[in-house]
């Protein structure tokens, strides 16, 4: 730095220009697509297209079917993957933490993090809608997404159970709780906010993905609300895939609209998820 | 370390047999990880084993055509092969130099403030779904690009790979910045010491140094785009095509499993297999690079 001359600032300069435009350029570009599609969106977005089904005539068709399908699909997976991954979570921190086993199961979810999700969805069609005879339904879909987002709320689980001190198991057991009592009791208690932020953030992810879906069968043109857990579906990504990959110019802006309730949900959950971190971050200790 | 205490007798009261119970239970969901593992390994090899008693290896191999879906069938992979590396690379391209600048600089250059701002921000990249990029590609930057390149087809590599480079820079940039981040102070003032220029310092002493948790970055973030699918799926074409021009529609391995997926294919038949098939070359490619790329994440923290 001392010995850098006039010449030496100036390059300098430019080289931190150059990079703080590496973060700013992308950026730039990702709000130049959202006012895109806004700006798209705009001719079709009402209640209108929220209430109605799909249609042949573009500016009929709307995304019911989709969205209900979508809040289905996060339901049903928050209640499959939230258990086992809670669970797993508390087995890896609370039991086995220097185990050959835990190795082995925290290297395994370090691996599935990687694996590409249209794989997953090969496992979905593969296991639970062949082998399982689930068919090409709501559950098959929802149980393909669960085990597709089961390493982010494992990871997320994990992260919270570690910050509870141990000074306060210590305490639990000093009182004669058992190992079981001070997890239900003491842990998971102040765990809880950090589990359910990570978990909401996982859902999240779950109701973004189009390719899963796909491949265990989502249905693209359905005109029926799914009645159960067996009923055939379709998800907004879906139906969104649908619009755009029409001839039509029409639909283009079903779909820009599409994408913008699919923004809204995810915007809508992970709100609520710094919501939920920000409302109790203040009682950890 | 809970469990630390030798003999099993840790705790006031002794483990009743609920509490084993619910032990097993918690080792269950544990080991549900592992049978997803075995799930995908055991799905994708028994439909690979029943698609190659069909087909022969040097078909796979040696073809230079991928037509599971016509009357004429061919079943060699490589123009799916080279439709994914052409669109990953065209991705890294983007992402390489947006990625590694961005790293540098928060890692170097920003202040704390500017910097808890950017990265979240930056994140976001990632974060959006990747049929929102799909739709971006094809009905805002491929009018673009047409309008400059001409020749470029409707459905094309180029516009695809870019807007996938885009959604990877947060892969790249986070992870080298971690790597930068865990250069430590001392060789940098060492560098100043010896009277080295922040930017020299910058390149010959600060990003040497973090070169092996660049390259794990860099390899990651290829098998995230060797494993994208809705972009180029919108974007790219469904057309299995040998070539590295990326004026022309191609075909990805991801794109080919949709493809067929769309369409409604009977379990049991060469096609519904062939998408087994791809998934299985899809698997072993991204679990090689994501493998390489853990070790030499594992080597440069050892080393830092």
């Known amino acids: 730095m001392k010995h850098t001359g006039r010449r030496g600032v100036v390059i300098e300069r430019l080289f931190v220009a150059l990079c703080l435009g590496a973060v700013i350029v992308p950026l730039g570009l990702l709000l130049i697509l959202f006012a895109d599609v806004l700006s798209d969106a705009v001719q079709r977005l009402g209640w209108a297209f929220l209430t109605s089904f799909p249609s042949r005539k573009a500016a009929l068709a709307g995304v019911y079917p989709a969205f209900v399908g979508t809040l289905y699909l996060s339901f049903i997976t928050a209640g499959l993957t939230l258990p086992l991954g809670v669970g797993a979570a508390i087995y890896l921190e609370e039991y086995e933490r220097r185990g050959r086993l835990a190795n082995l199961i925290e290297l395994n979810i370090a691996n599935l993090a990687g694996v590409p999700s249209v794989i997953y969805g090969l496992l979905g069609l593969g296991l639970f809608v062949r082998i399982a005879g689930m068919g090409r339904s709501l559950l098959a879909g929802a149980a393909t997404l669960a085990l597709l987002v089961l390493p982010i709320v494992i990871m997320a689980s994990r992260e919270a159970l570690r910050t509870v001190p141990l000074s306060l198991r210590e305490g639990s057991y000093a009182l004669g709780a058992t190992r079981w009592q001070t997890i239900r009791q003491v842990v998971l208690p102040m765990a809880f906010p950090g589990i359910l932020t990570g978990s909401i953030l996982a859902i999240s992810r779950a109701v973004g993905e189009t390719a899963p879906l796909i491949v265990v069968g989502a249905l693209t043109y359905v005109t029926f609300l799914p009645d159960s857990l067996g009923a055939p579906f379709t998800a907004l990504p879906i139906q969104i895939f649908n619009w755009v990959s029409r001839p039509q110019a029409e639909f283009v802006l079903n779909a820009a609209a599409g994408i913008v309730v699919l923004l809204g949900t995810m915007l809508a959950l992970n709100a609520a998820a710094i919501f939920l971190r920000n409302r109790y971050q203040k009682r950890t200790y | ?304």
């Open chain 2, 1 to 304: 370390m809970l469990s630390a205490a030798p003999g099993g007798r840790v705790h006031g009261r002794s483990a009743g047999l609920g509490e084993r119970l619910i032990e097993v239970g918690l080792l269950g969901c544990g080991l549900l990880s592992i049978f997803t593992t075995a799930g995908i390994l055991f799905v994708l090899a028994i439909e690979t084993f029943a698609f190659f008693r069909e087909v022969t290896l040097a078909q796979f191999f040696f073809d230079t055509q991928w037509t599971p879906l016509f009357a004429d069938k061919h079943f060699g992979i490589w123009p799916l092969v080279s439709g994914t590396v052409l669109t990953s690379g065209i991705a890294i391209l983007v992402a390489l130099p947006f990625g590694l600048l961005a790293a540098i600089y928060l890692s170097e250059f920003a202040e704390q403030r500017v910097r808890k701002v950017l990265k979240p921000a930056l994140e976001i990249l990632a974060g959006v779904p990747t049929i929102v990029y799909g739709y971006f590609a094809l009905v805002f930057v491929t009018p673009i690009l047409q309008a400059m390149i001409p020749g470029l087809a409707g459905f094309n590599s180029l516009s695809a790979g870019m807007i996938m480079g885009m959604m990877i820079i947060p892969m790249i940039s986070s992870m080298t910045e971690d790597a930068l981040y865990a250069v430590p102070n001392s060789l940098r003032e060492g560098a100043y010491a010896l009277g080295a220029t922040r930017l020299s310092t910058i390149f010959r002493v600060v990003l040497p140094a973090a070169v092996s948790g660049i390259a794990a970055s860099v390899i990651l973030a290829i098998s995230r785009a060797v494993g994208e699918t809705m972009i180029v799926a919108i974007a790219a074409g469904q057309q299995p095509r040998l070539t590295l021009d990326p004026r022309l529609p191609v075909e990805t391995m991801t794109t080919y499993i949709v493809q067929v997926s769309m369409g409604d294919t009977p379990a049991g038949t060469l096609e519904y297999r062939s998408i087994f098939v791809v998934g299985a070359a899809l698997f072993v490619m991204t679990f090689t690079m994501n493998f390489v790329s853990q070790r030499l994440t594992r080597r440069y923290r050892s080393a830092v």
